[in-house]
């Protein structure tokens, strides 16, 4: 209306109506809509090639708005190796509800065909996965899914659709926790849901009416700034995590290294295939509780806190952190040992990432 180029934050919870039952351009009530929101949900249902998305206040309230689209007795296969936020919603909350759960190596296309039951609506994916970095085939995935009318959601919250647009590869919707790498700025919370089709938006959309989980006007306003610099950002992410990540893996007080940016990681191809970077995530084994927080100890520019995809370098323990909730059998099964430190490389210069990183591993 004005060519202001910043995007106007419309903080309001109502809209005045010129007659009865006429309400201006369509906004009636805050819950329902808000132009600051509307402006969000274009923009990512454009960055991820689908029809339409709907934005909540967090990247769980986004799952959990996805889980109100089923009903008792339906049945979704989730990968087994997700953020640890996602189990805990299905099986301490969910299933209360009646929704049936089983969690399947999503990388084995057979034992996902093998895990399909008649009630089965959903399969949800994460890939790559937090923390260990191990990489589902989404068009191979979405093929068996769809051969069987079972629809397919994308967790793509580590790559960005800047790396990777499961859509285009055949997935029916994205979800994004929108606090990572597409605030990029560690300073909001926020959830996405991008759809295919335009039956998911209206079920979404009168989702968000009903249950009101909504993003607020500031939080869309923080991410519409944020996906304004996302190539670059991710460009810088993927070159600084591809250094830190050769790094890790030539040091010898490092045993295992998770990335699929390097050769030796078991779907490298595929993540060639499938991506378009390898994004900044990397896992790496320190041996034991004991070094791991001897490690973290030590450090001056990463900085220990939960969460990723910021502009600072964060560093993660899965085991006591992200993924504490799924228990010490759940973490085996997902092969997460308690020496396991996960990091979310950001911005810095990226000698200074790797000075701390060495200087705190020849403590060790
Ligand atoms: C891959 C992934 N999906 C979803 C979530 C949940 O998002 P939020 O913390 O915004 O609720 C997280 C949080 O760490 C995550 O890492």
């Known amino acids: 209306m004005t060519g202001a180029i910043g995007i106007p934050i419309y903080p309001t919870s109502t809209y005045a109506q010129d007659e009865l039952g006429k309400p201006r351009m369509g906004y009636e009530y805050g819950r329902v809509s808000n132009p600051t929101r509307d402006r969000l949900e274009t923009s990512l249902a454009s960055l991820e090639t689908g029809i339409g998305a709907k934005v909540f206040a967090s990247g769980m309230a986004a799952v959990h708005a996805f889980c109100n689209i089923m009903k008792s007795g339906d049945h979704v296969l989730c990968t087994s190796n997700v953020y ?46 937090n923390p260990l970095m191990a990489l589902s085939d989404i068009a191979a995935l979405a093929e068996i899914v769809h051969r069987h009318d079972i629809e397919m959601i994308v967790d793509n919250t580590f790559m ?40 998911q938006v209206e079920k979404l959309a009168f989702i968000q009416k009903a249950a009101g989980a909504i993003m607020s006007p500031f939080e869309c306003w923080l991410v519409l700034r944020g996906i304004k610099t996302l190539p670059v950002r991710m460009k810088q992410h993927d070159e600084n995590g591809r250094v830190v990540a050769d790094f890790l893996n030539l040091h010898r007080k490092v045993s295992k290294v998770y990335y699929p940016g390097l050769p030796e990681h078991p779907r490298h191809e595929l993540a060639k295939r499938q ?64 020496g396991v430190l996960r990091l979310s490389v950001g911005l810095e210069d990226v000698e200074d990432i790797i000075g701390d990183l060495e200087q705190a591993l020849e403590r060790l």
Not at 99 to 124: F, K, P
Not at 307 to 325: D, F, N
């Open 84 to 129: 640890g936020g996602v189990p805990r919603l299905f099986d301490q909350v969910m299933t209360n509800f009646g929704l049936e759960v089983t969690y399947v190596n999503t990388e084995d296309l057979d034992a996902v065909e093998d895990a399909i039951r008649g009630n089965t609506r959903y399969l949800c994916a994460e890939t790559p996965t």
């Open 275 to 338: 991506m378009s970077g390898f994004g900044s995530m990397i896992a790496f084994e320190t041996g034991s509780l004991a070094n791991a927080t001897r490690l973290l100890k030590d450090l001056r520019v990463c900085i220990l806190g939960e969460s990723l995809g910021g502009v600072e370098t964060l560093i993660a323990h899965p085991a006591t952190m992200s993924h504490a909730a799924i228990g010490e059998e759940g973490r085996k099964r997902m092969g997460i040992t308690d």
């Open 160 to 199: 960005s659709p800047y790396f990777q647009r499961p859509l285009e590869l055949g997935a029916d919707m994205v979800l994004h926790s929108t606090t990572k790498f597409l605030n990029g700025h560690s300073d909001g919370l926020g959830g996405a849901i991008i759809c295919s089709k335009r039956e």
